[in-house]
Each structure stands twice: as C-alpha cells, then as structure tokens.
C-alpha cells in the first residue's frame, strides 16, 4: 500500500512558478513510476508529466513540455515537479500517481495510488 500527500500548490501570478511536491509512504517507493495529472471542473484528470521508478525516463503533456520539470528522489521518497513560465490555463487540481508500469504513462488507469489533490490557481 502506498499512500501519496501532496503540498505546493496556491495562487501564482502569471509567468510565475510553483513547484508541487508528493511524498509517498511506504518503502517500495523506488519500484514506482510516478505521474502528475491535473484535472479541470467537470473535465476528466489529463496527464501531464510521468518518470520512470529510476528517473531515467520522463514524458510531458505538449502543454507543458519545456515549462514543466518532474523529478524524483527515492531517497526521500519524493516526486515533484518544478511549474515554470505559468499560464491562466494551468489553473486546475493537480494530482499525483502511483503505478507499476514500464510504459504507457499517459495512461491514468495504469496507476495504482493517488493523492488528493492539490489545487493551482494562475491569475492573470
């Protein structure tokens, strides 16, 4: 079992930064990958960045792609990913995942545990 809190998120200007974290429980962290969804009112959650359990392998949502930096540290049994360059329309509840898979990270189904949630606002 693996339980997930997340922390950082708030209000930020645009073209400001945030960085979320996620700490996990357990001590089969470093056999994870790990992703970052981020969900809209009424819209389903929608993937946005994923790395592998080694951190050797990572993937962003084209929205994203060289603003968003995700990273890890199995050490400390944390994920995080670094918000750069923040637009209106990152504003969403952002969520992070656990799952044991070597592929298809954009999948949110492949994920076995999440958080709850953190909230992102980026005003204008």
């Known amino acids: 079992q693996v339980q997930l809190v997340e922390s950082g998120g708030g209000l930020v200007q645009a073209g400001g930064s945030l960085r979320l974290s996620c700490a996990a429980s357990?001590?089969?962290?470093?056999?994870?990958?790990m992703g970052w969804f981020r969900q809209y009112p009424g819209k389903e959650r929608e993937f946005t960045a994923a790395?592998?359990?080694?951190?050797?392998?990572?993937d962003y949502a084209d929205s994203v792609k060289g603003r968003f930096t995700i990273s890890r540290d199995n050490a400390k049994n944390t994920v995080y990913l670094q918000m750069n360059s923040l637009k209106p329309e990152d504003t969403a509840v952002y969520y992070c995942?656990?799952?044991?898979?070597?592929?298809?990270?954009?999948?949110?189904?492949?994920?076995?545990?999440w958080g709850q949630g953190t909230q992102v606002t980026v005003s204008s």
């Open positions: 995942a656990a799952g044991r898979m070597s592929s298809r990270y954009r999948n949110s189904y492949g994920y076995d545990y």
């Open positions: 357990g001590r089969t962290f470093g056999s994870y990958a």
């Open positions: 790395i592998s359990w080694s951190g050797g392998y990572t």
